[in-house]
């Protein structure tokens, strides 16, 4: 069982920058592929990442060049580096733990309770 806690959200204006933190529980941390995804209010929930535990990564083409995931194995916790924001990037975005299929998609097995970021100006 992981639990996740996600931190970091909050109100930004168009091209600024948020850093959203997940710390997870659990001493196998490490072995989890972790992702990102964002639900649009009225829409349905979207990958944005994710880092597999060998730090392989995936970026939804609409982040690509603007967030980065990493993570920190040792302080168990994964990273969204979110810049140059839109406001269509306005979501509740959440944290997961799950697997990299053979296919490369992700499975996401555990969720966290999701951040709220809103970037108006």
Not at 43 to 69: C, P
Request: with cysteine; glycine share 14%; hydrophobic share 30%.
């Amino acid at each position: 069982q992981v639990q996740l806690v996600e931190s970091g959200g909050g109100l930004v204006q168009p091209g600024g920058s948020l850093k959203l933190s997940c710390a997870a529980s659990g001493r196998t941390f490490s072995s989890y592929t972790m992702g990102w995804f964002r639900q649009a209010p009225g829409k349905g929930r979207e990958l944005v990442a994710h880092q597999s535990s060998g730090y392989r990564t995936y970026y939804a083409d609409s982040v690509k060049g603007r967030f980065t995931i990493s993570r920190d194995n040792a302080k168990n916790t994964v990273y969204l580096q979110m810049n140059s924001l839109k406001p269509e990037d306005t979501a509740d975005y959440y944290c997961s733990a799950g697997f990299r299929l053979g296919s490369g998609a992700f499975r996401p097995d555990y969720w966290g309770q999701g951040t709220q970021v809103t970037v108006s100006s």
